[in-house]
């Protein structure tokens, strides 16, 4: 499964609040509970029924994204599971909640930069494992 995940939309698309939008509006996302995150920066959290925040979604409009060194603009999405002990929940993760999600943003547009960088690929016993012996 993607444990995170860093990828951007070209700012012509005008994605942005698209994607804020289905986040929060078809999977439950809620704003982040950090101050002055809001506009250009956010940040969403995926809670579980304890309202327990699983994954979260920093969000940037209009970045000046200096990762491909091509001069454009990118509204950028970084995914990623809370992977450490307090959070982590066996039977949660191998339901992987954030993989409906991702995919439904991914699809937005065949024009994103995807990186190397900043995305994880891991079982939920590589997850476990990594967590458990740290």
Known sequence: MIAGKLFGFPVEEELFETVIDILKNEYGLVDGKFESLTGDFRVLVWEDENKIGRYRVHCYRNYDWTIPQDGKRRDVFNFHYWLNESKF????????????????????????????????????????KGILDA
């Not at 909640?97 to 891991?122: A, K």
């Open 89 to 128: 929940d066996r039977e949660l993760f191998s339901k992987n909640p954030m993989g409906e999600s991702l995919q439904r943003i991914l699809g937005l547009s065949e024009n994103r930069y995807d990186t190397n960088h900043m995305f994880l690929e891991l079982t939920v016993d590589e997850i476990e």
